[in-house]
C-alpha cells in the first residue's frame, strides 16, 4: 500500500511526466484552505527533492497570499488511467513574479505561455505513495486551450489590469504581492 520516502525516485518522476493535472493545497495561518487543479505543461521535476511549477492567471490567488504568509505546500497525483497510484509531494515552497531574478532562471523550464504570472519553486521534504484503488478511470481527451485563448487575446497590458482587479488578495482578504 502507501510509502514514505525522502525523494522523488526515477520511477516517480517519470509517473509525474505522464500527468495531465495535479493539485496544489495550501493553507495560511488563519482563513481557508485552498486545493487547486492546475493542468497543461507546467510541472517541472528539478531533481528529487525539488520542483517547480509555472502558475497562470486565474479567478484568484489564493496559492500566493498563503505561501506569503505559510510556506507549507503539498502537491498530490493521481492516476486516472493505467496502475492506480497517489502521489504527494510535502513541502516548502517560494513564489517568484516576473520582478524576481529566480523567475527569469526557472521559466526558461517551461513553454512560453499567454498569462503566466508566478513559478513556484518548492524543496521537496516528504514523498508519500498510496494505493489509489477507489479513484476511478478516467480518459484524457485534451487540454483545454480556453485560458491560453483568453490571455493571447487580453495581451500583457489587459492581463496586468486583471491581475490588479482580480489577484491581489486572496478569498480571505491577504495580500498576495501581485503588483
Known amino acids: 500500500m502507501g510509502k514514505k520516502l525522502p525523494e522523488i525516485t526515477s520511477e516517480l518522476k517519470e509517473f509525474i511526466e505522464q500527468q495531465k493535472i ?3 493545497g495550501t493553507a495560511a495561518t488563519e482563513g481557508n484552505v485552498n486545493v487547486s487543479p492546475k493542468g497543461m505543461d507546467s510541472f517541472r521535476v528539478i531533481n528529487s527533492n525539488k520542483i517547480a511549477w509555472m502558475n497562470l ?11 506569503l504568509q505559510n510556506n507549507r ?6 492516476a486516472f488511467e493505467g496502475k492506480p497510484l497517489i502521489l ?35 524543496e521537496v521534504d516528504l514523498v508519500q505513495t498510496s494505493c489509489g484503488f477507489a479513484v476511478p478511470y478516467m480518459d484524457y481527451k485534451e487540454d ?3 485560458l491560453k485563448d483568453w490571455a493571447q487575446k487580453q495581451g500583457d497590458d489587459k492581463i496586468k489590469e486583471y491581475w490588479l482587479a482580480k489577484n491581489t ?3 480571505d482578504g491577504f495580500e498576495t504581492k501581485i503588483s
Do not use: C, W
Open 144 to 146: 483545454r486551450s480556453i
Open 169 to 171: 488578495k486572496s478569498i
Open 57 to 67: 492567471t486565474g479567478s484568484g490567488n489564493e496559492t500566493a497570499a498563503h505561501l
Open 73 to 78: 505546500m503539498t502537491i498530490m497525483f493521481s
Open 22 to 24: 495535479f493539485f496544489v
Open 88 to 122: 504527494r509531494l510535502y513541502g516548502t515552497a517560494k513564489i517568484y513574479h516576473p520582478r524576481d531574478e529566480q523567475f527569469n532562471t526557472l521559466i526558461n523550464l517551461f513553454p512560453k505561455t499567454p498569462g503566466t504570472r508566478q513559478v513556484i519553486e518548492m
